[in-house]
């Protein structure tokens, strides 16, 4: 391609409200712009690096015998309705009516339309198991469309579906999956994880996410810095602390606790470590009919973890209770304890039961109970594990410990059971005749998030570093001075040459200066450019990688066997 005639519209303005490194240089670097909120163009150079990133996924799902389709971006509403999911999705299905009033939805994930599609043409055990996917653009009506490509309301999607006959071949599959997205992941040059994620109030290993780790990532993972493990926060949990804090000795009691109101003080007002402390946080849960007041009790040393709230407490979403509804419960902030089990749900950490020598309030003012065995409620109260890991935790599986890294989701893997086959009447025949829902898998990859993702983890300040796997052109050769005739000869003859080798190569003869083209192709992100410039009246050129931003000289004559060797 010749710059010249490029559509690629750089500009030195990134859009106002762009705060990522991927969105800023993505917009600057004219691979993408604006429509809406939520809403973007891919120019050329958008194009070739989502085809790339497709070519991969296609090539690894086909490796794994999964199918390629392509189902319609339009569902209808009915499928929608038949699954339940028309409320759970709430505002992000964004629905329309047609000329002759029925009610559709833009596709934001295809569980129903494939479904519906399997349902009643695959019949037998025998034709099981079966992947099907496609690359498809969806659309959410994100509450927050923000970050650019990153979490845009119409996005492209790999998303694919597996149907089994047994769990146990849809333990096989999921594996393969995980392994087949790994072997992606590799490609694209990312320094990624796989962790266990939040599969909902069902629980367990079932859900893993995909994580591209990035300062900026939206998710916090806990990774044992010993072992493999790796889990979103949401879901991650610990192991046996290794150390103890000494208990405090004191017979059950009230305690008159003025002006102490935070876990800190407590502490140390009766100077004990917060790990004998209890923690309660008032939340509102939200549920399908309505919400209600939720008491969560944790060691003071531990934090709620919101998602593991809500599903403890098998609800829709969390909120922060207001003073009044506080009040109305006659809960004092700082000092709240147990109430009544029928004024309030009460869900405590799994870490509390049997706990002795506990610190928690009275629900009085300024008073708390030392002294306090839960050991007395264990049998009648709900457990649940709520708390979040902290940072430095055993490792689950290992003696390592936990820390801390943030990660941008590029995928989600889940075992999906029979929740939609079941919803939706999609029925098989077994070995022995008998009609069985479909055992199900679901497998989804951001590749618009993906193109972002590249970019978080490889820019500098200049702009753009595309891995070679993903860059939109390999080699950019650069003529200097496009007045200089014999540097327009040899630069021509190379760019031929490498065309000619099927190299994906970019020409730069326009006749802007180089300080500025070179400004450019830094912000495009070549991984190499290949300059003509004032050297080549003694025979060289030079290799600039864009990576390191390192120079080398080259003779004319081996220019191309080096360029070769490089890509
Ligand atoms: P998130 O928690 O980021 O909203 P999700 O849990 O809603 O993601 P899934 O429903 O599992 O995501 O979708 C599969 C994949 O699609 C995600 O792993 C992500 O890479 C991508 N994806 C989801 N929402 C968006 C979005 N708004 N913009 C771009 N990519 C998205
Ligand atoms: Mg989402």
Redo the contacts with the bound molecule.
Sequence with gaps: MRRSKAFIPTSKEAPSDAQLASHIFLSRAGFVSQTAA?LYNYMPLAKRVIKKIENIVNEEMVKVGAQEVELSFVTPADLWAESGRIEKFGKELLRFKDRKDTLYVLG??HEEMMVDLVRNRVTSYKNLPLNLYQIKT?F?D?AR?RFG???????????GYSFHATTEDLDREFEAMEAAYKKVLTRLGLDFRVVE?DSGAIGGSGSK??MVIADSG??TIAICSKCEYGANIEAAVRGKRSEIPEAPEAEFNKFQTADVKSIEELAAFFKVDPYYTVKCVAKKLIYEEGSEIVLFFMRGSDNLQEVKAVNAAEALDIEDASEEELQELGLLPGFIGPLDQDKAKHVIDIELKNATNMICGANEMDYHFVGVDLGIISDVAYFADIAEVNEGDTCPHCDGSLRFTKG?????I?KLGTTYSEALKAEFLDENGKAQPFIMG?Y???????V?SVIEQHHDESGCIWTKATAPYMVNVMVSNIKDAEQVKVGEALYAQLQEANVEVMIDDRKDRFGFKMKDAELIGFPYTIIIGKELVNGNVQIFERATKEKNTVSIDEIFSKVMELI
Excluded: N, Q, W
């Design positions: 939520g934001p994930t969806k959410r994100e469309p490509l990153m979490r845009g309301r119409e996005f492209i999607m790999k998303d994620a996410e995909i939206e998710d941008i989701e590029v995928g989600h889940f679901t989804g990859m951001g590749i618009s998030r993906l972002a």
